[in-house]
């Protein structure tokens, strides 16, 4: 029976990190991702988490969609949808009147057109160039 709820362990995000082929990380900075999330929904098949989203948002104008991630077998039944719908309909409910917010998101290669099924829209466009990133690896 699937469930949702506010809470995964960072043992279960790391799993899922692993299963769609992410990268991995240390589990106190994946505690940390948890934790310090502004929103955290996970999806449960009989206790066991099958799939996350975490929202980063300060309050104010620019909100980030993170980690979208479903487990392979569980991939194709409208739980990436459900957690995408949960995250924009969080942040209509917490926005105060006059707001405006700009949900951002990364893309894993080839899932824009999941996205653009929510008004996403792939950069670069008329108004936007593309999207930039770099990941930093501590120097042990």
């Known amino acids: 029976m ?8 960072p043992e279960e995000y790391m799993d899922l990190r692993r299963q769609v082929g992410w990268m991995e990380f240390p589990l ?5 991702c948890v934790e310090n999330a502004y929103m955290v929904l996970c999806v ?10 975490r929202l980063l948002w300060d309050e104010g104008y620019v ?10 077998p569980y991939q194709g039944r ?7 719908e949960a995250v ?6 917490d926005m105060k009147p ?10 894993a290669k080839g899932k824009e057109p999941f996205y653009e099924k929510f008004g996403f829209r792939v950069r670069p466009n008329e108004d936007a160039g593309p999207a ?4 930093l690896i501590s120097e042990d």
């Not at 449960?44 to 989203?53: Q, T």
């Not at 409208?78 to 995408?84: N, T």
């Not at 930039?132 to 990941?135: E, F, H, Q």
């Open 28 to 32: 106190e900075e994946a505690r940390n």
């Open 78 to 84: 409208g739980i990436g949808r459900k957690l995408v």
């Open 2 to 9: 699937i469930q949702y709820e506010d809470h995964i362990t």
């Open 98 to 107: 006059g707001y405006k917010v700009k949900l951002t998101l990364n893309s």
């Open 63 to 72: 909100a980030f969609l993170s980690d979208v991630l479903v487990s392979p």
């Open 44 to 53: 449960r098949d009989e206790g066991k988490a099958v799939g996350v989203v």
């Open 88 to 93: 924009i309909q969080r942040i209509r409910d």
């Open 132 to 135: 930039m990133d770099r990941w």
